[in-house]
């Protein structure tokens, strides 16, 4: 039932920016959070933040922090992530997932994914 897509991705310069959007839909989510990972070829897959669908508190991972924004419309079901000043490092395919309370780090325990949204850094 619950569908989450995301949209936004592209090719930038470094020091640019992006605006990824995730449409949530089949659902209520004022018990979820929504956290958007990334990951890039061979390697792990990682949070980069999270927000709570009720109270809109957020979570920021370090490398991330004072560059990325993440925001919902709880109207649109959708949450957004904002990002700025984007390096090289940034580029990995960028995941929106949702889970039934509290945000957790570790991917695996996320009850619902999108199907991702690529981001392509030039350096």
């Known amino acids: 039932q619950v569908q989450l897509v995301e949209s936004g991705g592209g090719l930038v310069q470094t020091g640019g920016s992006l605006n990824l959007s995730c449409v949530a839909s089949?659902?209520?989510?004022?018990?979820?959070?929504i956290a958007w990972f990334r990951q890039a070829p061979g390697k792990v897959r990682e949070i980069v933040a999270a927000?709570?669908?009720?109270?809109?508190?957020?979570h920021y991972e370090d490398y991330v922090k004072g560059r990325f924004t993440i925001s919902r419309d709880n109207a649109k079901n959708t949450v957004y992530l904002r990002m700025n000043s984007l390096k090289s490092e940034d580029t990995a395919v960028y995941y929106c997932?949702?889970?039934?309370?509290?945000?957790?780090?570790?991917?695996?325990?996320?009850?619902?994914w999108g199907q991702g949204t690529q981001v392509t850094v030039s350096s």
């Open positions: 927000i709570s669908w009720r109270g809109g508190s957020t």
């Open positions: 089949g659902g209520t989510f004022t018990t979820y959070s």
């Open positions: 997932a949702a889970i039934i309370g509290p945000y957790i780090d570790d991917a695996g325990e996320y009850d619902y």
